[in-house]
């Protein structure tokens, strides 16, 4: 069996419709437990007090709002090279989900770094990054919804994607490239002397995996109803 076989909407949509429900069931779980355990059976923190317990909330969010882009990215080439339109659907599917993401990084942020900054924004490499990303989701949403031809917008919104993963990557490696910045290095490292004590890693684990399913599941449903929307409108073409 090959995986580009679900690049057929009728295969896709029978993976999908039987991959939804236990997929919720275990986004469910991991959320429940991950943000149960993060902010109810973690101890503040010796410098943040309880402000850090935000972390929960803010690491996966952003997480998701980069690696969306990147997922977009990927599906966009396929969509180009190969003119799958499930793999563009998917990235349109995508961009909401992902823009959502970033408001909610944004959003912790911004109260995360009130009391350990003394202001809810700076001009940090990866504030300001981050906030150009909001603005290309904004684009790439606004593209579509634009062109009225699917593949033509499909073509435009896919080069667009690939202009817009370099400051997906500045996102995520802005820390690195620049040292003066306010924002903390990764809160999930290798270096054991970098990434987050023991006590809060293990439930940030759980929020990641069931923030990552949760953004699989939203993903799968809207692909869904992006293609019941195309078959609609080639219907009704049909009958016009």
């Excluded at 076989?5 to 779980?29: C, D, H, Q, W």
């Excluded at 966009?76 to 959502?100: D, E």
């Excluded at 820390?175 to 924002?183: A, C, E, I, R, T």
């Amino acid at each position: 069996m090959s995986f580009w076989e679900y690049a057929n909407p009728v295969k896709f949509m029978g993976l999908s419709g039987r991959l939804i429900p236990v997929l919720s069931v275990l986004t469910a779980l991991c959320l429940a437990v991950g943000i149960l355990w993060g902010f109810f059976g973690t101890p503040d923190d010796y410098k943040q007090g309880s402000t850090v317990k935000i972390i929960f909330l803010h690491v996966p969010s952003a997480m998701i709002a980069i690696n969306a882009w990147i997922m977009m990215m990927i599906t966009s080439l396929v969509w180009l090279i190969r003119r799958h339109h499930v793999s563009a659907l998917a990235a349109k599917a995508a961009a909401p989900i992902g823009l959502t993401m970033t408001l909610i990084a944004l959003g912790t942020g911004a109260i995360w770094g009130k009391p350990m900054w003394g202001t809810y924004w700076a001009w940090d490499p990866r504030l300001t990054s981050f906030m150009i990303l909001a603005v290309f989701y904004l684009g790439y949403i606004a593209l579509w919804n634009a062109i009225e031809d699917t593949d033509v917008a499909a073509d435009l919104t896919s080069i667009l994607c690939m202009v817009g993963s370099v400051f997906a990557l500045l996102s995520r490696y802005a820390v690195n490239f620049w040292n003066q910045g306010l924002h903390q290095g990764a809160s999930l490292s290798l270096d054991k002397e970098e990434h987050v004590d023991n006590a809060f890693y293990f439930p940030l684990l759980v929020c990641i995996a069931g923030f990552v399913l949760l953004f699989v599941i939203l993903v799968l449903i809207r692909t869904r109803t992006e293609i019941r929307l195309r078959r609609a409108a080639s219907l009704q073409a049909r009958n016009t």
